[in-house]
């Protein structure tokens, strides 16, 4: 092989290298994107949510929830929301989850876990095994069999009698 060939071969494999390196980052740069108009979707909806509770002096009902969302910037990257005004009362605290969404971007930098909305309004990201740790210990076992009937609604299964 003469200079001339090597030269070619190694001007390839960094041609192939930076197409790799920048199809890689094209594909987190997607995933941050998509986090982060879903963070902000919850921010927004979290706004509405403290303004209502001042307002009205509860948290507002899931039908109001539903009737904003659409209104919501970024509202579609949000996707399954998890509302649980049904299940706060007046000894919750302001860091009882009020709303999630689960959200798996497949991806190592941002990875799988929650979009969570806190009583008081803040918005955080949690991994999995914590958020369903904080929610094993929020949800009472009525919250759980209202959510399973929910999912055989939405999936279509249905148990064998």
Known sequence: MDKRQKRILIEFFIVIGLTTIA????????????????????????????????SQGSVPPQS????V??????????????????????ESGPDEIMAYSEKDYG??????GYIVLRLD???????????????KKQQSRKELEMLKE???ETS????PE
């Open 156 to 159: 279509g299964w249905e148990p």
């Open 150 to 152: 929910k999912q055989m």
């Open 121 to 135: 309004g803040t918005v955080q990201w949690l991994d999995k095994q914590e958020c369903e740790a904080i929610l």
């Open 23 to 54: 199809v890689v980052a094209m594909i987190y740069f997607r995933h941050w994107v998509n986090h982060s108009e879903a963070m902000r979707a919850m921010e927004h909806l979290g706004r509405i949510v403290v303004e209502y509770r001042k």
């Open 69 to 90: 969302r659409n209104q919501l910037e970024g509202s579609p990257r949000l996707g399954d929301l998890q509302y649980r005004a049904f299940w706060i009362d007046f």
């Open 64 to 67: 109001y929830i539903d009737s």
């Open 107 to 112: 991806s190592w930098f941002i990875g799988k």
